[in-house]
């Protein structure tokens, strides 16, 4: 017993040593079944015997009814592909068709014409639709009729060559010449079909075209079939087996091709070429026969039906060489109109437009010439565009040309873009951009198109200095200076040595206050006098730039020899500081602060910048007006400023601060009466000194937050001291950015509110320099504390050089001496006198005077002998924390 599984799956056939599978889906077995078929209909029509007739009706009918079948079932099997469905049913219905004919024309014979004639006509004809339908292929209107009349060609020239190789023989043996028309006219009807067919199967590109191409082969052996029968039956006898048989294997092939594999994509634009050709080689082909025919035969009596036909022919192809030569005459027609709108619009665009060979001379140029070069087109036809380039670009242009014409082979009309300058007729050069095209098909000569581009090439050059230069000064800017830096220090050679390259930052010292008082528009006339003056103090080959604000920098190549670029260092201090510039009808006296770095090995350019930027910065801290050279110790400086900054930042939300309170005692009572609010900073275990802490603090404006703090904790402490009956007064020492920071005067309103201090126990103490610097906003501010009842006092007085003047304009509390003078006192008369006539100049103002940094006890019996009224310093008390001032509420300090 056979197992089902197995049989499905494949077959197995033994042969020798060797065992063969062929499964259901290898291509192999469509082609064996219909092979075994195609056996199976031979036997059956060979062991009938008799007539070839009734053999090929046999074997044809079953043939066609297999295909039939097959592509029944592979329609259903491949509803997805419409195309390919579609046209497997109309073959099949077709085979059935045709098979009908086939088997009832044994039995039809006593007719000329008989119905199994029309029907292997009709079978042929829904075939050919089948085919066509395959072949998936939309064609327009006038490439249909084309085909059709190709296909006409195609057919009467097959008859025309068949009638002078065998039909006219059976024509002259027919005893009826209308029966002969009657019986070759289904194949000839067959033949035209069939060659309608051709162009659509052998150009398709669809999925499904293998099965039209097999329809197509059916069609030719239908065809072929029915010219054998036809001939037989003229001459009363059976056609030969072969022609009948041709049709069976047609259809056994057709019958296997939906189940073989799938088509592969192939590149068929070639055929459809010897497609378009084959109506004419064959018309040839039947020309040359039917001269031969002529030149070789006996002159005969011209049979009508063979006349209307090559007549027909003649005709057909007049017809297309008229259609040919008025599609010519249109599709010249709109090339030249394509070629004179193409012209038009380039000179409406005001391009320049004209014909040259590849030598260069000039056969036609369009009358924009005259308006873009001012050249009248007659004197450049007949010369050389050589003559008007520019010697330089003539070379290159040359080679662009004879390339485009040793590349004439190519089908593609070539081009290539020409950039190059012109010599206009008023003697300048003028960069063009042109377009030279090869015309195909026509003279050896190229289409060139040409464009001034003067305004283009000013623009591009307008944004390239505007890319690399400040606007103000017309120096090279900040972009220009970075790249030409990394491009000298990249270009150096290690035989010159590490400091053959340096840079130099130079700031205005100053210059903000210019901006304020006269306004920008003054300030940046006054940066292009600082760039003039800065450019004849540099070389020719230094590069000077804005760097941006007020800051220049130059980078100097000094070929080893560092002095050079310290002594322009120099030179550039005095070209700024030597006279006053002129700005708004006022001198203006400015100084520089300048840096210098070297460059050293493998330094990037970006640190060498750098480090001139912090060197400028030092001379800018020293006072200005100073050339500093940077040293390692700087960048450490100004990194461990910025880590410090951000430790800052981070003690304030961390709350690391801390307030101490050095007490201010009553010298005659020795009474404690005051206490000086002191910041004081842990960085975990470790203690900072203030002067490390402050300075950073009032560079980053994060004393404003601390100072704010500090104002709220003192304010709160000593009120709560207050309200235990102890009448003390608590001292802050404010900074510039304090007191021109936005709200200053309502925190401090806000902080008394809060702790319940009165304004008249709170001291705010300022030193001389706040006074003079940005003296009319300074009075202000402290104006307005004063008027909340706040007093206020100078610290460190006798430092400054304009302290009296501002004691009048101020309504001052309290002065206090400076450290200094009181660290003299028994040592130096001189300090001495100096102290004394602060302390008699503060009673005659009414000020109360504090005497700072008592140390020694003969200094405080000096002081006390002098008048002074208050004091504080180590010998009086330490800065101490809250709970040591607790301990000091109502007593007396013994010394």
Not at 176 to 184: E, G, K, N, Q, R
Not at 324 to 350: D, I, K, P, W
């Amino acid at each position: 017993m056979i197992d089902r599984a197995s049989a499905i799956a494949g077959a197995e056939f033994e042969t020798g040593w060797a065992t063969t599978v062929i499964r259901w889906r290898d291509p192999r077995v469509p082609l064996t079944a219909a092979a075994a078929a195609g056996a199976v209909a031979f036997a059956a029509a060979l062991s009938v015997g008799g007539q070839a007739l009734l053999t090929g009706a046999i074997a044809g009918g079953l043939a066609a009814l297999i295909a039939a079948c097959s592509l029944l079932v592979a329609s259903v099997k491949s509803a997805a592909d419409r195309t390919m469905a579609l046209g497997a049913r109309w073959m099949g219905g077709g085979a059935v068709i045709w098979a009908a004919g086939v088997a009832l024309r044994p039995f039809a014979e006593s007719f000329l014409v008989s119905f199994a004639d029309l029907f292997v006509l009709l079978g042929t004809v829904v075939t050919a639709g089948g085919a066509l339908i395959a072949a998936d292929r939309k064609f327009p209107a006038r490439i249909v009729l084309r085909h059709v009349t190709d296909s006409y060609l195609c057919a009467a020239s097959l008859f025309l060559i068949g009638w002078v190789v065998a039909l006219r023989h059976v024509y002259d043996d027919a005893a009826d010449p209308a029966a002969f028309t009657l019986v070759m006219l289904p194949p000839m009807i067959a033949l035209l079909v069939t060659c309608a067919v051709v162009p659509s199967v052998l150009t398709s590109r669809a999925s499904s075209w293998l099965l039209a191409l097999a329809g197509f082969g059916v069609l030719a052996t239908m065809t072929v079939a029915g010219l054998a029968a036809g001939v037989a039956r003229l001459d009363g006898g059976d056609p030969q087996v072969w022609s009948v048989m041709l049709a069976p294997v047609a259809f056994l092939l057709l019958a296997a091709v939906p189940w073989g594999p799938p088509a592969r994509e192939l590149d068929r634009s070639a055929v459809g070429n010897v497609v378009a050709l084959v109506p004419l080689a064959l018309v040839a082909v039947a020309a040359c026969t039917w001269l031969a025919h002529l030149a070789g035969e006996r002159p005969e009596r011209p049979v009508t039906g063979v006349v209307v036909v090559a007549v027909s022919v003649v005709l057909l192809l007049l017809v297309r060489l008229f259609v040919v030569s008025a599609a010519n005459m249109r599709l010249r027609g709109l090339v030249r109109l394509g070629e004179r709108q193409l012209r038009e619009l380039a000179e409406s665009t005001g391009d320049v437009v004209f014909t040259s060979d590849y030598e260069g001379v000039v056969r036609e140029i369009g009358p924009g010439v005259e308006v873009t070069y001012g050249y009248r087109p007659d004197e450049l036809v007949g010369g050389s565009i050589f003559d008007y380039i520019h010697p330089e670009d003539v070379p290159g242009i040359q080679v662009a040309l004879r390339a485009m014409h040793l590349d004439e082979d190519n089908t593609a009309p070539g081009a290539c873009l020409i950039a190059c300058r012109v010599r206009a007729a008023d003697g300048t050069w003028r960069p063009t951009e042109s377009v030279a095209t090869r015309q195909v098909g026509g003279e050896d000569l190229m289409l060139v198109t040409t464009r001034d581009v003067s305004d283009q090439e000013a623009l591009r050059n307008q944004v390239a200095h505007l890319t690399f230069h400040d606007g103000v000064t017309g120096l090279p800017n900040r972009a220009y200076f970075e790249e030409r830096t990394r491009e000298v220090l990249s270009g150096r050679t290690s035989g010159l040595g590490a400091a053959n390259v340096a840079v130099i930052f130079l700031d205005l010292d100053g210059f903000t206050s210019v901006n304020d008082s006269v306004g920008h528009a003054s300030g940046d006339y006054l940066l292009g006098q600082a760039a003039r003056r800065l450019r004849g103090a540099v070389r020719a080959d230094d590069t000077l730039a804005r760097w941006g604000g007020d800051e220049f920098a130059v980078l100097v190549e000094t070929g080893g020899e560092a002095q050079v670029a310290v002594d322009l260092a120099e030179r550039l201090v005095r070209a700024v500081s030597q006279e006053p510039f002129r700005v708004a009808d006022r001198d203006v006296a400015l100084t520089a602060s300048v840096g210098v770095a070297f460059s050293e090995d493998d330094m990037p350019a970006g640190d060498l910048m750098r480090n001139a930027d912090v060197a400028m910065a030092r001379a800018k801290e020293l006072g200005g007006r100073r050339v500093e050279v940077f040293a390692a110790q700087m960048h450490a400086d100004v990194v461990r400023r910025l880590e410090l900054a951000a430790d800052l930042q981070r003690a304030l939300i961390e709350q690391q601060f801390a307030i101490e309170y050095q007490p201010v005692v009553d010298l005659a009572t020795s009474r404690v009466t005051a206490v000086e609010a002191l910041v004081r900073w842990w960085r975990g275990s470790v203690f900072v000194p203030p002067e490390q802490f402050l300075g950073p603090a009032e560079d980053t404006g994060l004393i404003v937050p601390l100072g704010e703090w500090i104002l709220r904790e003192a304010c709160r402490e000593v009120a709560a001291w207050r309200a235990s009956s102890w009448d003390i007064g608590l001292s802050l020492n404010l900074s510039a950015r304090q007191i021109t920071a936005p709200r200053f005067v309502e925190t401090v309103e806000e902080a008394l509110t809060e702790s319940g201090l009165p304004a008249s126990a709170l001291t705010l103490e300022v030193i001389e320099e706040m006074l003079v610097e940005d003296a009319e906003e300074t009075i202000k501010r402290l104006s307005e504390l004063r008027a909340l009842g706040v007093r206020l006092a100078i610290d460190d007085f006798g430092t400054g050089y304009a302290s009296l003047a501002f004691l009048r304009q101020l309504p001052v509390d309290m002065i206090k001496i400076d450290p200094s003078f009181v660290s003299g006192l028994g040592k130096d008369d001189t300090l001495t006198l100096l102290t004394r006539t602060i302390v008699r100049l503060g009673h005659d103002l009414g000020l109360i005077v504090v005497a700072e940094g008592i140390e020694r006890p003969e200094q405080l019996e000096l002081l006390k002998q002098m008048g002074c009224t208050k004091g504080q310093g180590f010998l009086v008390a330490r800065p101490m924390a809250a709970r040591g001032v607790d301990s000091l509420m109502r007593t007396s300090l013994t010394v």
